[in-house]
């Protein structure tokens, strides 16, 4: 299985910064193991809308999202945000 590598965006970092320590951990926990191995078995699912282009994925993790994009031809996960799921969508 091919491995990714993952980028956070300023606002991404800044994001988990506001989140606390443990949650934050989680969260990071869960990001690389997708990332290592990107099957079926996370919940991450693709997000439907006007950006068909550059599709966008979400991943869950307890009640936080992650928003990004996973461009597979460089094996890279972009973070571009991550919220509470009240105010992720």
């Given amino acids: 299985?091919?491995?990714?590598?993952?980028?956070?965006?300023?606002?991404?970092?800044?994001?988990?910064?506001?989140?606390?320590?443990?949650?934050?951990?989680?969260?990071?926990?869960?990001?690389?193991?997708?990332?290592s191995d990107p099957g079926?078995?996370?919940d991450v699912k693709k997000m439907h809308g006007p950006h068909k282009s550059r599709p966008l994925y979400r991943l869950r993790v307890g009640e936080y999202r992650v928003l990004m994009y996973l461009y597979h031809d460089t094996l890279i996960v972009e973070v571009i945000s991550v919220f509470k799921r009240e105010g992720a969508y």
């Fill in 40 to 42: 079926p078995h996370h």
């Fill in 1 to 35: 299985m091919l491995k990714y590598s993952v980028s956070f965006t300023r606002r991404a970092k800044k994001n988990l910064m506001d989140i606390p320590a443990e949650v934050r951990h989680k969260i990071e926990g869960a990001l690389f193991a997708f990332a």
